[in-house]
């Protein structure tokens, strides 16, 4: 079953404990992206990858990190968490093709609270 | 600044009737849209696409109509059912790889 894999679904740690929701694909989509959802604002993008070792910011970095060493997996990493950091986050992923444009696949989500 | 919006938060509707979800955008640049449906505790899943190219695209119960010249977006849903009671987004495509998504309209399908 073709699917987006994120894990912890649910985490509730403290300010400053470093921490990783890993996301992974089983595609093999070249384009990968993250994004945190608040109520009210919709989903904002944090980073996107475009394939292997290529990553860039979206509309939200500060704060987190990203990597892409492998194409199926696509960590988002919080160094030192802050509770404004607090929110429900989706990996996505889609293929790419020579023009823009695709339908992402989310995952069914990870909710962070950090206190 | 650039950004996709929402008419309406909430749409509610009879059973059998016919929805229409709208959505304004401001990036003139922007080629490529989509309507994505979330039910709750789920991701956003993808309903139906259209390219600036184009002002019509039909699914199956869906059509979604693009007015580049008000920059309007809306979603059509033939015959609502119960199922379709969802958060209902929008998102734009603004050139490369970025993506921004609309708020979001919650629709409540009444029985």
Redesign the interface.
Known sequence: EAQ?TQNPRYLITVTGKKLTVTCSQNMNHE?M?W?RQDP??????IY?S?NVEVT?K??VPEGYKVSRKEKRNFPLILESPSPNQTSLY?C?SSGTRA???Q???????TRLSIL | GES?GLHLPTLSVQEGDNSIINCAYSNSAS??F?W?KQES??????II?I?SNMDKRQGQRVTVLLNKTVKHLSLQIAATQPGDSAVY?C?E?T??????????TRLFVKA
């Open positions: 987006v384009y992206s994004y009210g604002l919709g989903l904002r993008q996107y475009m860039d979206g509309d989706f996505a023009e823009t444009g339908p992402q696949h989310f995952g069914d989500g | 996709v080629d490529y989509i994505y505790g789920k991701g956003p899943q993808f696409d390219r987004f998102a495509n050139g490369g790889f970025k993506t921004i998504f609309g708020a979001g």
